[in-house]
């Protein structure tokens, strides 16, 4: 007979509940039981959920003690019961102990076998412009999972409300498909540079184009990707969901309640050429009027943050949120944030116990391999976990896990 397979509460979480609701769990859980081996359910007494309770504390097999049962239905169950939480526990100990035996998985995917030609000339990369006091970098535009997802993300930030609305078909843009759009703003930025140095040498140089017009070839080299025939296929679906992501602001500050218009990720774009093979070849990307006007109608400095060149070689979604709100909060000293607000400011969909988890483990998971220019570690405040971001400065050796809690 297969143990049932419970999702029990850790022993903390049992010893925090008041005396009614652990009684309520362990109910619930012989109920849970009885249900799944196709038995009687039975109304455990006093006496028994004394025993379980204690048991489920300490894991002390003695203190069900078994040797007084009787042959009746409900002993028989409290025995069978103890089982099951004892092979839960077993597995939660064998859990932890792979988990300190073996390697945590790298942060940082393997770049692509020709991206040594950025050795050369290493480009510069910009996140999303300044806009009505809004910055795109305190929340995740996009869906931090690698598959297009539907559906609607809202932000209730405190001077701002922020929509992210994906199409009915296409769903909403993902953090992966977010690299084209860090492409279009960085290509703008190095245009307007190029036009303000022409400016400042008595020229009349023309504004950038509001269009831009790449090869799929030199958008896949500048996010760090392959080039086989499946980043082609993905290129042109991300391009859909851009096209089709639009982002609603609200704006609160000054007690005004002001209402600001969508703005879509990307404008349009058109596939200007294929190869023999069907293959995308050259796109032109109409840049939205948002972008477009932020960075080109600003007089003096770009309204951009960049990012450092290993940020397209973050494997994970979550990894690439919790780098880019660094970037924005940390800059170059720290920044601290409960798990609760980063839950907040993420978008996920997981529930907030499986967010958690997932971020504890890939800040565990960072003490191996650190990512790009922030040493990340975890602890208590007062509304719980926080996680702290903290600047690496260049040439300084990564937080080590020996000297992470001195």
Request: hydrophobic letters at 35%.
């Amino acid at each position: 007979m297969k143990a049932p397979r419970f999702s029990m509460m850790t022993r903390a979480d049992f010893s925090a509940l008041s005396l009614h609701e652990k009684n309520s769990y362990l109910q619930m859980l012989a109920d849970q039981y009885a249900d799944q081996h196709e038995r009687e359910r039975v109304q455990l007494d006093k006496d028994a959920l004394s025993r379980l309770r204690r048991y489920y504390s300490r894991r002390v097999w003695a203190d069900l003690k078994l040797e007084n049962l009787s042959d009746s239905r409900m002993d028989m169950l409290l025995a069978r019961l103890g089982e099951a939480i004892r092979n839960d526990s077993i597995k939660a100990d064998v859990t932890a102990a792979l988990m300190q035996e073996t390697t945590p998985k790298r942060i940082l995917r393997t770049a692509p076998q020709d991206d040594a030609q950025l050795m050369f000339f290493v480009p510069t990369i910009y996140d999303a412009p300044l806009k009505d006091d809004v910055h795109l970098m305190d929340v995740a535009p996009f869906s931090l999972s690698k598959k297009a997802n539907k559906g609607i993300i809202k932000y209730e930030l405190k001077d701002s409300l922020i929509t992210i609305e994906g199409g009915a078909e296409t769903g909403l843009a993902t953090v992966f498909d977010y690299d084209i759009f860090l492409n279009m703003v960085s290509y703008l930025a190095d245009e307007v540079k190029n036009y303000r140095s022409s400016e400042a040498k008595g020229l009349r140089p023309s504004l950038p184009p509001k269009t831009y017009r790449p090869s799929a070839s030199h958008i896949l080299k500048f996010c760090r990707r392959s080039d086989g025939g499946k980043s082609y296929e993905d290129l042109e679906a991300a391009l859909d969901r851009l096209a089709n992501t639009t982002i609603k602001v609200v704006n609160l500050s000054g007690g005004k309640r002001r209402q600001v218009d969508s703005r879509p990720m990307i404008s349009g774009y058109s596939v200007v050429s294929r190869t023999g093979a069907n293959r995308i070849e050259t796109i032109e990307i109409n840049i939205p009027d948002w972008v477009y006007t932020s960075v080109v109608r600003n007089e003096r400095t770009l309204p951009l943050l960049t990012l450092h060149q290993d940020y397209f070689l973050i494997s994970s979604g979550l990894g690439r949120f919790i780098y880019r709100l660094a970037r924005k909060a940390a800059g170059k000293t720290e920044a601290t944030y409960s798990l609760k607000e980063l839950y907040k400011r993420s978008g996920s969909t997981q529930e907030l116990r499986k967010f958690s988890y997932d971020l504890r483990e890939f800040v565990t998971r960072t003490l191996a391999f650190p990512m790009p220019e922030y040493d990340l570690s975890l602890e208590d405040g007062k509304d719980g976990s926080m996680l702290r971001m903290r600047y690496r400065n260049e040439g300084e050796l990564p937080l080590s896990p020996l000297l992470a809690d001195l």
